[in-house]
Structure formats: structure tokens, C-alpha cells
T-cell receptor
């Protein structure tokens, strides 16, 4: 069974640009959550999607957005990039509700210069 | 106050010893509790989950939950150098949101 796939693995962007990250969950998993990981801050919850609906959102500015498609694949978008957006972005999928095991992708390392 | 708090460490223990990792959480309505392990440069992977008060054992790992004290811990018996990693405590607070602590770095000395 294929795991969670995130693309691209690495990105370098310039301040002010926008970026789109992709996540394909494990087959049969309908819930996708996104996290931002930075040294010292741990994993910060961005948002969670289930059946194309955003069910919860973390405390991030509106520059961070996401969506989920009918095949459960999800994308997150960050507009007007800032230096502080440099981080590892992790996607996690689980079968249904958030009270079950989450399986993480390898992450996308975003560097904003 | 952070929603999920962990001591950042590093926690250093000799090989064969018991490593004790602790976590506190702020939301009394939290329902499910998880411990993930993250090796450097890798993604988190689940070690254990616990839903009810008390202890849950799985091999060398024991998770302990005390909802009254809003405290969850992970014990690693017979620690091995391969256990050296960052351990993340995660709490499902309901509302389709799982909150992670910042993690505790564990170093097991051979």
C-alpha cells in the first residue's frame, strides 16, 4: 500500500511569490491534515480536510489556504511568501476522524529567500 | 499557555535505562493521546496511542494517561541507541484537530 506522497520535496521561493504544495493520502483515507514544522515550534496545525470540506483551521493568516479534491488529494497554497514561512510542511492522512493514527508524508521543505 | 507542553530536552539516558517522557495538555475535553517518534530528517511515525486513564503497554513502550492531572507520559524500557529521536506528544482535542507538542529530544548513550 502506497504511503502519503508529498510533492515537491524541496522548494526555494522568493519573498512575495506564492507556492502550492500537494499531498496524496493513503488510498482509502479521506482525512488530510497539514502542519508546519519549524525548529523549536514543533508541528503547528494548519488545517484539516475531509471529503473536500475544511473542518478545522489553525491560527495562521489568510495567506495560507488549502483545498481537497474528490479523490482526497489535497493542496495547500501560501501567497505573498515571507521569510518566516520557511519550514517543513507535513501532510498527514487518516481514515476518518482525527482520533485515529495519522500517517505522515515525507514533507516539503520550503525555503523563502 | 501552550495547548500541549513537553520538555524540549535533550533527555540523555544510558543504554539499557528507562527513559521517561512527559507531556501536559490544557484542554480537559481532549479525547485521544498519541506518541510519535521522529528521527532527524524523517517524518513522525506513531509509537502508541491511549484513550483511557491508566497504563498501556506495547513491547518496551508504556504510555500512561491521567486525565484528572491532564498528563500523559511515555516510558521506554531497556533504551537503545536506536531510540535516539525526538518524541512528539499529540492530543486530539475534538473538532477534527490534533495538536502536537514541540517534542522532546532523547539521546541514548551506548
Amino acid at each position: 500500500k502506497a504511503g502519503v506522497t508529498q510533492t515537491p520535496r524541496y522548494l526555494i521561493k522568493t519573498r512575495g511569490q506564492q507556492v502550492t504544495l500537494s499531498c496524496s493520502p493513503i488510498s482509502g483515507h479521506r482525512s488530510v491534515s497539514w502542519y508546519q514544522q519549524t525548529p523549536g515550534q514543533g508541528l503547528q496545525f494548519l488545517f484539516e480536510y475531509f471529503s473536500e470540506t475544511q473542518r478545522n483551521k489553525g491560527n495562521f493568516p489568510g495567506r495560507f489556504s488549502g483545498r481537497q479534491f474528490s479523490n482526497s488529494r489535497s493542496e495547500m497554497n501560501v501567497s505573498t511568501l515571507e521569510l518566516g514561512d520557511s519550514a517543513l510542511y507535513l501532510c498527514a492522512s487518516c481514515v476518518g476522524r482525527g482520533n485515529t493514527e495519522a500517517f505522515f508524508g515525507q514533507g516539503t521543505r520550503l525555503t523563502v529567500v | 499557555q501552550k495547548e500541549v507542553e513537553q520538555n524540549s530536552g535533550p533527555l540523555s539516558v544510558p543504554e539499557g535505562a528507562i527513559a521517561s517522557l512527559n507531556c501536559t495538555y490544557s484542554d480537559r475535553g481532549s479525547q485521544s493521546f498519541f506518541w510519535y517518534r521522529q528521527y532527524s530528517g524523517k517524518s513522525p511515525e506513531l509509537i502508541m496511542f491511549i484513550y483511557s486513564n491508566g497504563d498501556k503497554e506495547d513491547g518496551r513502550f508504556t504510555a500512561q494517561l491521567n486525565k484528572a492531572s491532564q498528563y500523559v507520559s511515555l516510558l521506554i524500557r531497556d533504551s537503545q541507541p536506536s531510540d535516539s529521536a525526538t518524541y512528539l506528544c499529540a492530543v486530539y482535542t475534538g473538532g477534527f484537530k490534533t495538536i502536537f507538542g514541540a517534542g522532546t529530544r532523547l539521546f541514548v548513550k551506548a
